[in-house]
């Protein structure tokens, strides 16, 4: 399990915390894992959710992690060295929303539990260099996929080459953010007088086209237009229905899918793909309730705060 210690500014305090894999005993409960069975963690990340699969299906069953961050992948072909040897774990650098191809491919059957963990890791805002987070000076990439394999699109094009109206559209649905207008207007009027190219360039204009009480708020005011950058360039809100339609369509019956998600645009595409799918009588909602985590597990990991888990069994 991931024990380390990190640094996260906010709001001008320096909080030390223990980073875990966020609803780890709840999805552990539901997944219920048992010796031999077959499972799927779809953003494998940092590996947390998945060593304690893995831990579980021992010594016959197998997980299959897929990240589309090569260096996710990089790093645990080393940190789960003695699963891959052991034939306990298949790893794969590709999007889950090729979910279907994948399985294909790799042959295999029975799949007893699908895990979905969406959106970045600790690694992407501490030390993937891409831009991520607004608490550090990079480049706008944004891209979990590396780029130069994918010439995709980086955060640094939209900000330089949108219209204002597309600009305004990806906050106003993908951040939720209030000020779309205004931060959309400065952010295109800034763009044509310089190319914006940093994180700190971005989060600057930013604070400059929100109202001083927004900009002074704890929560900065550039949280909402970096996560809708970030689905924007990922075409995440895509990834997810696509990915889930193909879960849907591998899984065993009985075999069951989690999903966690960290903000009310993820949640509600996944609560309406599990109720359409409840109506089709294809899925049946576990926890009608959504999880989310204990007052206890925020305390430990700030992190986990918007975390919100959705399960549901194949039938
Ligand atoms: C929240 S982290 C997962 C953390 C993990 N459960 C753990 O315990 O360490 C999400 C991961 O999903 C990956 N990711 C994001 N979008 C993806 C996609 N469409 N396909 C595959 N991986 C994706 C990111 O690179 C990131 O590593």
């Given at each position: 399990?991931?024990?380390v210690?990190f640094?996260?500014?906010?709001?001008?305090?320096?909080?030390?915390?223990l980073?875990?894999?966020?609803?780890l005993?709840e999805?552990i409960?539901?997944?219920?894992?048992q010796?031999?069975?077959?499972?799927i963690?779809?953003?494998?990340?940092?590996?947390?959710?998945?060593?304690?699969?893995?831990?579980?299906?021992?010594p016959?069953g197998?997980?299959?992690g897929?990240?589309?961050?090569r260096?996710?992948?990089?790093?645990?072909?080393?940190?789960?060295s003695?699963?891959l040897?052991?034939?306990n774990?298949?790893?794969?650098?590709?999007?889950?929303?090729?979910?279907?191809n994948?399985?294909?491919?790799?042959?295999?059957?029975?799949?007893s539990?699908?895990l979905?963990?969406?959106g970045f890791?600790?690694y992407?805002?501490?030390?993937?260099?891409?831009?991520?987070?607004f608490?550090?000076?990079?480049?706008?990439?944004?891209r979990?996929?590396?780029?130069?394999?994918s010439?995709?699109?980086?955060?640094?094009?939209?900000?330089?080459?949108?219209?204002?109206?597309?600009l305004?559209k990806?906050?106003?649905e993908?951040?939720?953010?209030?000020?779309?207008?205004?931060?959309?207007k400065?952010i295109?009027?800034?763009?044509?007088?310089?190319p914006i190219?940093?994180?700190?360039d971005?989060?600057g204009?930013?604070?400059?086209?929100v109202?001083?009480?927004?900009?002074k708020?704890?929560?900065?005011p550039?949280?909402k237009t970096?996560q809708?950058?970030?689905?924007?360039?990922?075409?995440e809100?895509?990834?997810?229905?696509?990915?889930l339609?193909?879960a849907?369509?591998?899984?065993?019956?009985?075999?069951?899918?989690?999903?966690?998600t960290?903000?009310?645009?993820?949640?509600?595409?996944?609560?309406n793909?599990?109720?359409?799918?409840?109506t089709?009588?294809i899925?049946?909602?576990?926890?009608?309730k959504?999880i989310?985590?204990?007052?206890t597990e925020?305390?430990e990991?700030?992190s986990?705060?918007?975390?919100?888990?959705r399960?549901a069994?194949?039938i």
């Amino acid at each position: 399990m991931r024990q380390v210690i990190f640094h996260v500014t906010c709001c001008m305090l320096h909080v030390t915390m223990l980073h875990k894999p966020v609803l780890l005993k709840e999805v552990i409960e539901i997944l219920n894992p048992q010796s031999g069975e077959n499972f799927i963690d779809t953003t494998i990340g940092d590996g947390g959710h998945a060593q304690e699969i893995i831990e579980k299906i021992k010594p016959n069953g197998k997980l299959i992690g897929i990240d589309w961050d090569r260096e996710q992948i990089s790093k645990l072909k080393i940190k789960f060295s003695e699963y891959l040897k052991s034939d306990n774990l298949i790893l794969i650098n590709d999007n889950y929303k090729n979910l279907e191809n994948i399985i294909k491919q790799y042959n295999i059957h029975k799949i007893s539990g699908i895990l979905f963990d969406l959106g970045f890791s600790r690694y992407h805002i501490e030390d993937s260099g891409k831009g991520f987070s607004f608490q550090k000076n990079e480049p706008l990439i944004m891209r979990y996929e590396n780029s130069e394999e994918s010439n995709g699109m980086t955060a640094a094009e939209i900000v330089n080459t949108w219209p204002e109206e597309k600009l305004e559209k990806i906050l106003k649905e993908y951040g939720e953010e209030k000020f779309f207008r205004q931060i959309a207007k400065k952010i295109y009027e800034e763009s044509k007088k310089n190319p914006i190219k940093t994180t700190f360039d971005l989060a600057g204009i930013i604070r400059n086209a929100v109202p001083f009480w927004y900009a002074k708020r704890k929560i900065n005011p550039a949280t909402k237009t970096f996560q809708a950058l970030r689905i924007a360039v990922n075409d995440e809100f895509e990834n997810i229905r696509t990915g889930l339609s193909a879960a849907v369509k591998i899984i065993a019956n009985g075999g069951k899918i989690a999903v966690i998600t960290f903000h009310s645009g993820e949640d509600r595409i996944v609560k309406n793909f599990l109720k359409e799918k409840q109506t089709e009588k294809i899925l049946k909602i576990i926890n009608k309730k959504v999880i989310k985590p204990s007052y206890t597990e925020i305390r430990e990991n700030l992190s986990a705060r918007s975390a919100k888990l959705r399960t549901a069994v194949r039938i």
